[in-house]
């Protein structure tokens, strides 16, 4: 009971008023501006966003071909630190293709967070793949290295330079963690057991943008990462992905594999294997270049508003805000707050607490293992994903509220 993570079940019981004081010192003013409901997390239209999705009209170029696809895949690298981006309809799809290009087959499984949104999993079972759980900690609320290695210690062997699961006979083909609420994952650990079982990493870093791992972006650290721009990311464009990787092989198969494969020519149509439409059209691209000028400014503004949640929730019992590692740079996509001690009936309490005075608040995913379509599926002990999804509550975190709250 007295190590770093049992320590703060030694705190006073959760006080609901103090918290819901504390969140109102931090939104108050956004309430007040706009007599609305404050929302978890709403996008911001401030740029050039109108110029250029009308630009992109004009230009007649509104679907999967433009310039401002290629524009938003060449800003996309270069913030990402990578040297290719290719975007595409949803982060959901990107995942998919990751997964696809690094050899993910039908009845291979993948290593996942059971802490995670549905797609990292779905995006596993697209290949006809089974996701299979693991646990995450409590430092970054990621994947745990320390719990996936003593897994595959148990549960894994290497046969044929394949990382067989001697339980279920299937291979294992990819290790997938996700950085939860833009917090970046231990990145240099995963790798090293990545390599040491010879599986590929794949960064689900949908979360992600604008988030750093000891200076670098997450998303690339792998051989390739997914990341999202969907309506309530950091950066959106109104639906859309991209696919990260520094391998130039990959990136051309990437984009051949998004736009059905289809042979250059210039009145044939020959397509040289199955494949998809997941391309992202210029229209979407064109709003993500306008939301990307305005990435460094949405990235301060995320900064002040978790100081200033941190700073608020000091005084308040039984609870706290989740703070960065000293490796990691989180972008602040949705700032959480941690109850001491898990207790669903007190979370849900809260939740309806925020509802019935006009703030959003929002629990954790409800656990992968739980959900009907993966009830079956492989997994590890999953105590320290049980322990937080019954503590963790997301608090109002859009861009403007720092604005107004500084104001
Ligand atoms: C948002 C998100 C995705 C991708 O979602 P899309 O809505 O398809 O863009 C994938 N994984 C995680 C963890 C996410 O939060």
Same mark, same amino acid.
């Given at each position: 009971?007295?190590?770093?993570?049992?320590?703060?079940?030694?705190?006073?019981?959760?006080?609901? %008023?103090?918290?819901? #004081? &504390? @969140?109102?010192? *931090?939104?108050? +003013?956004?309430? =007040?501006?706009? /007599?609305?409901?404050?929302?978890?997390?709403?996008?911001?239209?401030?740029?050039?966003?109108?110029?250029?999705?009308?630009?992109?009209?004009?230009?007649?170029?509104?679907?999967?071909?433009?310039?401002?696809?290629?524009?938003? %895949?060449?800003?996309? #690298? &270069? @913030?990402?630190? *990578?040297?290719? +981006?290719?975007? =595409?309809?949803? /982060?959901?799809?990107?995942?998919?293709?990751?997964?696809?290009?690094?050899?993910?087959?039908?009845?291979?499984?993948?290593?996942?967070?059971?802490?995670?949104?549905?797609?990292?999993?779905?995006?596993?079972?697209?290949?006809?793949?089974?996701?299979?759980?693991?646990?995450?900690?409590?430092?970054?609320?990621?994947?745990?290295?320390?719990?996936?290695?003593?897994?595959?210690?148990?549960?894994?062997?290497?046969?044929?330079?394949?990382?067989?699961?001697?339980?279920?006979?299937?291979?294992?083909?990819?290790?997938?963690?996700?950085?939860?609420?833009?917090?970046?994952?231990?990145?240099?650990?995963?790798?090293?057991?990545?390599?040491?079982?010879?599986?590929?990493?794949?960064?689900?870093?949908?979360?992600?943008?604008?988030?750093?791992?000891?200076?670098?972006?997450?998303?690339?650290?792998?051989?390739?990462?997914?990341?999202?721009?969907?309506?309530?990311?950091?950066?959106?464009?109104?639906?859309?992905?991209?696919?990260?990787?520094?391998?130039?092989?990959?990136?051309?198969?990437?984009?051949?594999?998004?736009?059905?494969?289809?042979?250059?020519?210039?009145?044939?149509?020959?397509?040289?294997?199955?494949?998809?439409?997941?391309?992202?059209?210029?229209?979407?691209?064109?709003?993500?270049?306008?939301?990307?000028?305005?990435?460094?400014?949405?990235?301060?503004?995320?900064?002040?508003?978790?100081?200033?949640?941190?700073?608020?929730?000091?005084?308040?019992?039984?609870?706290?805000?989740?703070?960065?590692?000293?490796?990691?740079?989180?972008?602040?996509?949705?700032?959480?707050?941690?109850?001491?001690?898990?207790?669903?009936?007190?979370?849900?309490?809260?939740?309806?607490?925020?509802?019935?005075?006009?703030?959003?608040?929002?629990?954790?995913?409800?656990?992968?293992?739980?959900?009907?379509?993966?009830?079956?599926?492989?997994?590890?002990?999953?105590?320290?994903?049980?322990?937080?999804?019954?503590?963790?509550?997301?608090?109002?975190?859009?861009?403007?509220?720092?604005?107004?709250?500084?104001?």
């Amino acid at each position: 009971m007295c190590d770093g993570v049992t320590m703060h079940l030694a705190n006073s019981t959760f006080d609901p %008023e103090a918290a819901f #004081a &504390a @969140i109102e010192r *931090v939104v108050g +003013a956004t309430r =007040t501006h706009s /007599g609305r409901p404050v929302q978890l997390h709403e996008p911001l239209f401030e740029g050039k966003e109108r110029d250029y999705v009308i630009d992109a009209i004009d230009s007649t170029f509104v679907s999967s071909v433009g310039e401002y696809v290629n524009r938003f %895949e060449r800003e996309i #690298a &270069a @913030i990402c630190d *990578v040297e290719h +981006a290719v975007v =595409t309809v949803n /982060g959901t799809a990107a995942l998919h293709m990751c997964l696809f290009l690094v050899g993910v087959k039908p009845g291979d499984e993948v290593l996942v967070p059971a802490l995670t949104f549905i797609a990292t999993a779905n995006a596993v079972a697209y290949c006809g793949a089974v996701p299979h759980f693991c646990d995450v900690t409590e430092r970054t609320l990621g994947l745990a290295p320390e719990k996936l290695e003593a897994h595959l210690d148990r549960v894994a062997e290497r046969v044929g330079g394949e990382c067989r699961n001697r339980l279920t006979g299937r291979r294992i083909a990819a290790v997938m963690p996700m950085h939860t609420f833009g917090h970046p994952v231990e990145l240099d650990e995963l790798r090293e057991i990545c390599d040491r079982w010879g599986l590929p990493l794949v960064e689900d870093a949908a979360e992600g943008l604008g988030s750093r791992y000891k200076g670098r972006h997450v998303g690339g650290f792998g051989r390739v990462g997914g990341l999202s721009f969907n309506g309530n990311k950091i950066v959106t464009t109104g639906g859309g992905g991209a696919i990260l990787t520094n391998d130039p092989d990959l990136a051309r198969r990437a984009k051949h594999l998004t736009t059905t494969a289809k042979r250059a020519h210039a009145w044939e149509f020959n397509h040289d294997e199955l494949a998809w439409n997941y391309r992202m059209p210029n229209l979407n691209a064109a709003l993500g270049c306008a939301q990307l000028e305005q990435l460094p400014t949405f990235l301060a503004a995320k900064r002040r508003l978790a100081d200033a949640y941190v700073e608020a929730f000091e005084a308040v019992p039984g609870a706290r805000v989740f703070r960065d590692q000293p490796f990691a740079e989180s972008n602040h996509w949705l700032v959480a707050m941690l109850l001491d001690e898990p207790g669903v009936p007190v979370r849900d309490a809260f939740l309806r607490l925020g509802h019935d005075r006009g703030v959003s608040l929002r629990p954790a995913w409800a656990a992968m293992h739980r959900q009907p379509m993966y009830l079956d599926c492989p997994r590890d002990d999953l105590s320290v994903t049980e322990d937080l999804e019954a503590r963790i509550i997301n608090l109002p975190s859009s861009v403007f509220i720092a604005r107004d709250h500084d104001a």
